[in-house]
């Protein structure tokens, strides 16, 4: 998924060069090398500063640039968040924040580095557009999109591979998710999953697939936007399925199962709804597929929120 | 400085301070110390210094100023109300419902506010980026950043300080307002600051420092500024908390304090013609 961040920005800035990069002293973690390579002047390394990074893409913006500034996403939320808050949305400039390795993606950095609160953070950011790609596809679009967006955006990218669930061309947009799949090919569903990221969106299709070897069928969005929220999507599947089982390699509370539950309660829409994701912990070391089931966070976990609705 | 152009700025100050203390007493209370202190500085820049257009306020060769110390805008806007940024009018309007002067600057309300600020610390990285983003437009405008003393116990800043270096950001002048008081009490007693000319040095910075309200002092500083064209400069400004206010006049307590009418009117005739 590094990569693709990298060669799309590569490509932006070919065509654009108010383009600017800038890194903590992750730039080797983040990929951006190649970025640094083609266009040296318009990258921007500030050392373990991330505070300043952020004051300094804001300082960028008001100029005119568009400033893409990278970190693990433990230090673009809880480090610089008053600098993005302030300096970047209040300020109204244009400060594309990507916050990388969340959650259990931190895997041997363990707790200290493991993010399972920034989403909650960055939600309550008047205005903040939030994405959350998952896969190489919608992350290519999404980073178009944000350079295209006059106004911040919180990105979070998950840096390891991740396969494709789209097709080359597809369009995406903020506030709007992507139905994977349908429960039936009549569109009927006994439930839907609705999933936050490239891990969990791979969770929530071998859910799907489990419950369908007993015969249910089960719907898969991909949320892609937490902010703003396809509610309409998922509030049409909710209303079609009668259940919804949210799951995001974040916490519980305050990210996409806090935002669509919100969204279920004002709607009046009766269905049955439960999260999966991490339960008010913190987070610790091991690899990426020992956390995720650690945390509860697989597809033998979705499969039992579901069946306990 | 001619004796003249002396005489000019030194009324200029004055001004700035006496709309200042008015725009607070309307209101009853406000930021007044920390804006009486740098009145001179300002008063160099905008009468002086800062190339800036009031018909034009984004104008692209203009040079950038970025108040760090966000809490001292009433000073600012009295300078930017004077050279017609906006209606003078604005200025009864401070920190009232819907005013476009927050107590704190703000880039998207006032006129010839550059950056906003008021979380203290975060201003040298945005003036950091202003100059970086300045220089790839090959952009000679200067860019002037003013920060508190109080405010320089904010990690923030020293993190700047040594990107500015780094970067050999040589459009930044920036200058600390060394009044020697924060909110709880004097620097000395909260955290002392030292000698800060010598720490901005050993951070890299061309750093220079002199009486704060001596408007040619300030103005010399400036010009040898311009002259050091690879590194940034501070200039460490040795002012007095509330200075030419009567009332307030080296008060440690009148970082934010209340102002009547009456006591206004004494300030403003003590400050005289």
Request: aromatic residues 6%; negative net charge.
């Amino acid at each position: 998924m590094r990569a693709v961040y990298a060669e799309t920005l590569v490509r932006l800035g070919a065509a654009d060069d108010r383009i600017v990069v800038l890194e903590a002293d992750l730039m080797k973690a983040t990929g951006t090398g190649p970025f640094a390579k083609a266009y040296p002047e318009r990258t921007v390394n500030v050392g373990v500063a991330e505070a300043n990074m952020v004051g300094i893409a804001a300082g960028m913006s008001a100029e005119g640039k568009i400033p893409f500034a990278a970190t693990f996403a433990c230090f673009a939320s809880r480090r610089a968040y008053d600098q993005f808050f302030v300096s970047g949305n209040y300020a109204r400039l244009n400060v594309k924040l990507v916050g990388t390795d969340p959650g259990v993606c931190a895997a041997f950095n363990g707790g200290t580095h493991m993010p399972f609160e920034d989403l909650a953070l960055m939600r309550a950011v008047p205005g903040l557009v939030i994405v959350e790609p998952s896969d190489p596809v919608s992350l290519a679009a999404f980073v178009q999109k944000a350079a295209e967006r006059d106004g911040c955006v919180y990105l979070r990218l998950q840096r390891k591979a991740a396969p494709a669930l789209y097709k080359e061309g597809e369009t995406f947009d903020f506030g709007k998710a992507k139905l994977l799949r349908a429960g039936s090919p009549d569109g009927k569903a006994d439930a839907v999953i609705v999933a936050l990221g490239a891990l969990m969106a791979g969770e929530a299709l071998k859910a799907a697939d489990l419950l369908a070897a007993e015969g249910k069928k089960i719907a898969v969005i991909d949320a892609l936007s937490l902010k703003p929220l396809d509610e309409e999507l998922i509030l049409e599947w909710a209303a079609k399925t009668g259940r919804v089982v949210t799951c995001e390699n974040h916490q519980k509370r305050g990210a996409l199962g806090s935002a669509v539950a919100e969204a279920i309660a004002e709607s009046g829409v009766p269905c049955k709804f439960a999260r999966v994701g991490v339960d008010d912990e913190f987070g610790e070391v091991g690899t990426q597929d020992w956390l995720a089931d650690r945390f509860r966070l697989t597809a033998p976990h979705i499969v039992a929120a579901i069946k306990g609705l | 400085m001619s004796p003249s152009e002396r005489a000019r700025v030194e009324a200029f100050a004055k001004e700035i301070r006496k709309l200042t203390i008015g725009m607070i007493a309307e209101l009853g209370v406000g930021h007044i110390g920390g804006a009486m202190s740098i009145a001179d500085l300002l008063a160099v820049l905008y009468d002086k210094r800062l190339k800036a257009y009031p018909e034009d306020a984004r104008a692209a060769d203009r040079d950038r100023l970025v108040l760090s110390k966000g809490h001292a805008g009433p000073a600012l806007y009295a300078a930017l109300a004077a050279k017609g940024f906006f209606p003078a009018e604005w200025l009864s309007t401070l920190n009232k419902g819907g005013t476009r002067l927050p107590s704190h600057c703000d880039r998207n309300k006032t006129p010839g506010i550059d950056m906003t600020t008021g979380s203290l610390g975060q201003g040298l990285s945005a003036a950091c980026g202003i100059a970086m983003a300045l220089r790839l437009d090959s952009n000679p405008a200067t860019v002037y950043a003013i920060i508190g003393d109080g405010e320089s116990d904010e990690g923030q800043n020293w993190e700047a300080a040594m990107f500015a270096a780094q970067k050999r950001l040589s459009s930044i002048v920036a200058f600390t307002d060394y009044n020697r008081a924060q909110i709880d009490g004097t620097t000395d007693e909260i955290i002392g600051l030292g000698g800060l000319a010598e720490k901005w040095a050993a951070f890299g910075w061309n750093a220079l420092e002199i009486d704060g309200h001596d408007v040619g002092a300030i103005d010399a500083a400036i010009e040898t500024a311009a002259a050091v064209g690879d590194r940034p400069t501070m200039i460490v400004l040795h002012t007095v908390k509330g200075k030419g206010c009567s009332f307030c006049e080296g008060q440690v307590g009148s970082h934010n304090m209340n102002v009547t009418k009456e006591m206004a009117a004494e300030a403003v005739a003590a400050l005289g013609a």
